[in-house]
């Protein structure tokens, strides 16, 4: 995938009509985690805007697009929704991570083994070479169900902390949180977008240079999110 961007300098093509054709770009976000976690629910929040009355455990993977407008620029989110069964993903854990933009970890607030297990996943990304450069966050999922809680915030936070990732506690179901669930995939593509156009900005003075867009990072080393 090789994503354009509208502040570069390069000669946009245009549509036939002599106005100027601009590639919509699109950043492939996975969401991964134990079954039952809630991944198909927060990626149909976000994009559809409501909660599925019901679900089934996604077999392979199921894909969900939004198109956001970003400081003017309009972006399409791919969301993967993948499925967190081992017997409904094995074929597919190849397409998952090639070629991905960011990752969203989730685990359930209310259920221990979801959080415990979240380093199996995170081994399972950095085994397909996913570049260290590409955003992860983390998400606790079910928020709502405030009397089941197992998973604390201060010990969820240390880990995202331990991984360099931000943390989102929020809840697919409650609509009061439905802008909370926005802000996970908005920030990885604020995230994305602030990235790309500053490695374009980079080339500008290097005619000949390959126009790969790939994430930058900030004098830390972390990844910057303008959000
Ligand atoms: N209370 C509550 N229930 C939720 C929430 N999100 C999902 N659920 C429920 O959790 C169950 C599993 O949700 P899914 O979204 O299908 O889980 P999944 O992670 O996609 O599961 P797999 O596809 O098997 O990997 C369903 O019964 C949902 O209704 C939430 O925020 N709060
Ligand atoms: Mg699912």
């Known amino acids: 995938m ?3 961007s509208r502040s570069c ?14 590639q919509t770009r699109i950043f492939k976000i996975i969401v991964i985690g134990d079954s039952n976690v809630g991944k198909t629910c ?13 679900t089934e455990a996604t077999i392979g993977v199921d894909f969900r697009e939004k198109t956001v407008e970003i400081e003017g620029e309009r972006i ?3 969301v993967w929704d993948t499925a967190g069964q081992e017997r409904f ?12 933009h960011a990752v969203v970890f989730v685990y359930d607030v209310t259920k221990m083994t979801s959080f415990t297990n979240l380093k199996t996943w995170i081994e399972e990304c950095n085994g397909h070479a996913v570049p260290p450069l590409v955003p992860r966050v983390l998400v606790g999922n079910k928020c709502d169900l405030k009397d089941l809680i197992q998973v604390p915030s201060s010990m969820a936070l240390k880990f995202a902390d331990a991984h360099n990732m931000l943390l989102f506690e929020t809840s ?11 802000a996970i995939f908005m920030c990885l593509a604020c995230r994305l977008k602030a990235q790309r156009s500053l490695l374009c900005r980079d080339l500008e ?21 303008p959000c």
């Open 172 to 182: 697919a179901k409650d609509p009061k949180e439905s802008q909370n669930v926005d």
């Open 9 to 22: 300098p390069h000669p946009l093509p245009t549509a036939g009509l002599g106005l100027p054709y601009v």
């Open 76 to 78: 399409k989110v791919q």
């Open 2 to 4: 090789s994503p354009s």
């Open 205 to 225: 003075g290097r005619p000949g240079q390959p126009r790969r867009l790939e994430p930058t990072h900030d004098a830390n080393g972390k990844n910057s999110c």
């Open 42 to 54: 927060l990626t149909f929040r976000f994009c559809g805007g409501t909660f599925p009355d019901k």
């Open 89 to 100: 993903r094995k074929s597919m854990v190849e397409h998952y991570y090639r070629n991905v």
